[in-house]
T-cell receptor, first 108, second 115 residues
Framework: GQQVMQIPQYQHVQEGEDFTTYCNSS?????IQWYKQRPGGHPVFLIQ?????EVKKQKRLTFQFGEAKKNSSLHITATQTTDVGTYFC????????FGQGTRLTINP | KAGVTQTPRYLIKTRGQQVTLSCSPI?????VSWYQQTPGQGLQFLFE???????NKGNFPGRFSGRQFSNSRSEMNVSTLELGDSALYLC??????????????FGPGTRLTVL
């Protein structure tokens, strides 16, 4: 079945460093969505990308959708302790499939 | 608008018992999906209901079942509980059914512990 692979599984950074998580699919995606789950919380929708090559920014977060619509990335510039959590990508052709998530921890 | 609500928030059961979890979607949302989240497995899709019909199903044994009522509220049942069923069970609602472009709005989850 359709799979969405996400790497890395874990990432530990010093506060102020940048962070990037990548999402890959073997099939073309109609869209890619990103969610954030804080420790002890539930996933919360961040953004959706639909167009090939699309780039969207939310303050220090930059989201990209690949030209072939098979991959995506989330980049956080100058991480802060509030960025701690697990970031999930989700995409699909017919139905939404979640990646395994990247757990981000930050050393203050 | 009130968010997705799930009850109970925490549950402790013993092996062999059965459990029923409840989810109330955002008002106006007709699609409810259920996910199992464990530390090593991420978010595993269980099933999706839309207008009282199961539209999609994940790769879980028949011990996991669900239903949706006419008011869009959904219940999930797990029979003959096993230790491995210990997990956070998340419910998510969306306004339409089964489309990959639908945004999922998650509830706080039910933390199930099986002893």
């Amino acid at each position: 079945g359709q799979q969405v692979m996400q790497i890395p599984q874990y990432q530990h950074v010093q506060e102020g460093e940048d962070f990037t998580t990548y999402c890959n699919s073997s099939t073309t995606l109609s869209n890619i969505q990103w969610y954030k789950q804080r420790p002890g919380g539930h996933p919360v929708f961040l953004i959706q990308l639909v167009k090939s090559g699309e780039v969207k920014k939310q303050k220090r977060l930059t989201f990209q959708f690949g030209e072939a619509k098979k991959n995506s990335s989330l980049h956080i510039t100058a991480t802060q302790t509030t960025d701690v959590g697990t970031y999930f990508c989700a995409g699909g052709a017919q139905k939404l499939v979640f990646g395994q998530g990247t757990r981000l921890t930050i050393n203050p | 608008k009130a968010g997705v609500t799930q009850t109970p928030r925490y549950l402790i059961k013993t092996r062999g018992q059965q459990v029923t979890l409840s989810c109330s979607p955002i008002s106006g949302h007709r699609s409810v999906s259920w996910y199992q989240q464990t530390p090593g497995q991420g978010l595993q899709f269980l099933f999706e209901y839309f207008s009282e019909t199961q539209r999609n199903k994940g790769n879980f044994p028949g011990r996991f079942s669900g239903r949706q009522f006419s008011n869009s509220r959904s219940e999930m049942n797990v029979s003959t509980l096993e230790l491995g069923d210990s997990a956070l069970y998340l419910c998510a609602s969306s306004s339409t059914s089964g489309r990959a472009t639908d945004t999922q709005y998650f509830g706080p989850g039910t933390r199930l512990t099986v002893l």
